[in-house]
């Protein structure tokens, strides 16, 4: 009996600690399964995808059958610039709070 196999897409940054399912796929087993996930992962952009077998005796067996890493698909962001994106989303909420404050300092003057 055939196993089937399913390909789950992942995004991975290592400098910010993340590594995020993306989405799966049913692969055909009488088609090459590498052509198959170099599509998925240009689909999703995605640095990592892992597939998985699962047995066509048990549905509830399943195990990891091969894993792929696409250097094309790498994240791109160094340490200085998730810094700069994080003290962006600190000014940007640092304004968003000064707002509110000017929108009820006029709700109270009225």
């Known amino acids: 009996m055939k196993n089937y196999y399913i390909a789950q897409t992942y995004d991975e940054c290592v400098h910010d600690n993340l590594y995020l399912q993306m989405n799966q796929y049913e692969l055909d087993s009488n088609k090459d399964i590498y052509k198959q996930v170099c599509i998925l992962a240009k689909r ?4 990592v995808v892992e597939v998985y077998a ?34 962006l989303y600190d000014l940007m909420k640092q304004e968003e709070e000064e707002e ?8 109270e003057d009225k």
């Open 44 to 47: 999703d952009f995605a640095p």
């Open 54 to 87: 699962i047995s066509a005796r048990d549905y509830r067996k399943s195990w990891l059958h091969k894993k792929f890493r696409f250097k094309e698909y790498k994240c791109k962001c160094t340490p200085e610039s998730v810094k700069i994106t994080y003290d």
């Open 100 to 107: 509110e404050k000017l929108k009820g300092k006029e709700k």
